[in-house]
């Protein structure tokens, strides 16, 4: 597992404001040819904070990940498995800020990632690691997945859709 790095760049993409009222707005990548960066994790930090009957499932990842991008397949096939469910898939980009448009956004394109990718890029990991999971030592991947007030964290990769699957739905029972 990759340890996840500390990084002081500006990002040159702009911030993108996409929670919305009472629910969480993503507009999928591949309708967009930007993807929303947030260079504080307090700016994205309420869609760990729903209370609906959504389940949200937050998968931390990169590019440069070799075992994280072995197992976005089993996240793009959870898409289609719970499609018309009240399921939320997000993939929280860690990527270097200056690779988001020479390697990041290519990589969705050439993927045909059909999640919901948002970028994060605060620098202070420290701060907003133990935020996510007390017991998440900054690897990744690393996915949280919630309900209403349940909460499930698991640090390391998927091995099929299966594996993915339960761990969704655990917050479901």
């Not at 020479?102 to 050439?110: C, E, Q």
């Not at 045909?112 to 990718?117: G, I, S």
């Not at 690897?139 to 209403?148: D, E, H, Q, S």
Request: glycine content about 4%; aromatic content about 12%.
């Amino acid at each position: 597992m990759n340890r996840l790095p500390i990084y002081r760049t500006k990002v040159f993409l702009s911030l993108l404001v996409w929670l919305t009222g009472a629910g969480v707005g993503l507009d999928s990548v591949s309708s967009q040819s930007v993807v929303p960066v947030y260079t504080r994790f307090a700016d994205l930090s309420p869609v760990f904070q729903q209370d609906n009957d959504t389940t949200y499932v937050i998968n931390f990842w990169a590019t440069w990940c070799k075992p994280c991008v072995k197992e976005l397949p089993y996240f793009e096939e959870a898409v289609n498995e719970y499609a018309g469910q009240p399921v939320k898939l997000i993939l929280v980009s860690l990527d270097f800020p200056n690779q988001i448009e020479s390697r990041l956004i290519p990589f969705i394109r050439n993927h045909n990632l059909q999640a919901d990718v948002v970028v994060l890029t605060d620098p202070d990991a420290n701060a907003w690691i133990p935020q996510i999971a007390e017991e998440w030592s900054g690897a990744i991947p690393a996915t949280l997945v919630r309900r209403n007030s349940v909460t499930r964290f698991r640090e390391g990769e998927f091995e099929d859709l299966k594996d993915l699957q339960v761990f969704i739905d655990s917050c479901n029972n």
